[in-house]
């Protein structure tokens, strides 16, 4: 990709002044360090992807900033406005409850932080399909919903784990639009994905996690300029240590 078709190769400038902050961050499983002295910072208005290879501890990660899981060691500290809903998280595998309507569902999330459902829908292209039963929805459609909860009642932080993951090439694009749209709104955004493509033309900032450690973290375009690499997937495979195409298992070969 050139630099004049990249989105946002360098990104505007970066605040100093992270809303959501990752301090020395490990994070072990019985005997098998997932994550090692993670630092990372969110700030707001930006877009940032966490990229890396499948089981490098992305979904862990994303989990410990969001308070989900406690980190074994290091600490992860919010600095944002005092709001009723301070961070947004979309999982992997979004689940609702299979007999609520999609109407209904958004309405649920609303109801507790007093906001209005028709955005969240609209923003993911949801509206037409609010009279659905959750269980009909496709794989997809349920991801999008997720998308929808995670950004009800407009949180400083939302984080995204591969919201991406199984849409068509035109919802896929349009995850990163609304992932962008938030980001340009004010909030700081955490997107992982395995999408360089989309990950290059959208986000500002980019993490390389690989093997629970943070191995390169700038602008696709500087990564791109680092690596000599023409785009950010060859880049990617020049930083990750091992063959990209070859399952890393922390603790088994890695
Ligand atoms: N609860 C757990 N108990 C033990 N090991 C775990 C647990 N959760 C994650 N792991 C291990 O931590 C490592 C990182 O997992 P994680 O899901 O964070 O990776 P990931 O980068 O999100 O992978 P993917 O791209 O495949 O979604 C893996 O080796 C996984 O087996």
């Not at 969110?42 to 992305?58: D, H, I, M, R």
Request: with cysteine; charged share 25%; net charge negative.
């Amino acid at each position: 990709m050139t630099e004049d078709n990249r989105t946002n190769g360098t990104g505007p400038e970066r605040s100093t002044s992270p809303v959501l902050e990752a301090s020395d961050v490990t994070r072990e499983f019985g005997d098998v360090t997932v994550l090692r002295d993670v630092s990372v910072g969110l700030e707001p208005g930006t877009l940032t992807a966490l990229v890396g290879p499948n089981g490098s501890g992305k979904t862990t990660l994303l989990r410990v900033l969001c308070g989900l899981l406690a980190p074994s060691s290091g600490e992860v500290s919010y600095h944002g406005p005092e709001v009723s809903r301070k961070i947004g998280y979309v999982q992997q595998q979004p689940a609702f409850r299979p007999e609520f309507s999609v109407q209904e569902t958004i309405e649920f999330y609303t109801a507790l932080v007093d906001a209005e459902p028709e955005e969240p829908l609209d923003r993911v292209g949801l509206t037409a399909a609010a009279s659905r039963r959750v269980d009909s929805l496709s794989g997809g459609m349920t991801r999008l919903l997720g998308v929808a909860q995670a950004t009800v009642g407009d949180p400083p932080v939302v984080v995204m784990d591969e919201p991406a993951t199984g849409l068509d090439p035109g919802m896929r694009r349009r995850t990163f639009e609304v992932a962008r749209s938030l980001a340009s709104d004010g909030a700081a955004v955490l997107v992982s994905s395995h999408d360089m493509t989309l990950v290059e033309e959208y986000a500002e900032h980019v993490l390389v996690l690989d093997g629970g450690e943070v191995v390169a973290a700038d602008s696709p375009g500087a990564l791109c300029a680092e690596q000599e690499a023409d785009s950010l997937w060859d880049g990617f495979e020049d930083i990750v240590e091992g063959p990209a195409d070859e399952l890393a298992v922390l603790g088994v070969n890695r």
